[in-house]
């Protein structure tokens, strides 16, 4: 008879290979994050300064309330 192992057990250790997994590429996950930030930093400032309007009418950049 196989026995099962509780709820909140299953996600603990789903949690711990998490964690493990996030201090084992920290520093992959944080340059990858850099890298995206200075992407969409540079891709807004393109944007604005010559007025492109594509790059303008993307999700992320259009001002609240825009649809």
Known sequence: METTKPKDEKNF???QGIKLLGSKYKGEIGL??????????????????WDVEWILDLP???PPGKY
């Open 13 to 15: 250790q789903l949690f």
């Open 32 to 49: 990858g994050v850099l890298i995206l930030y200075v992407f969409l930093l540079g891709l807004g400032t393109v944007g604005e300064v």
């Open 60 to 62: 992320l950049f259009r």
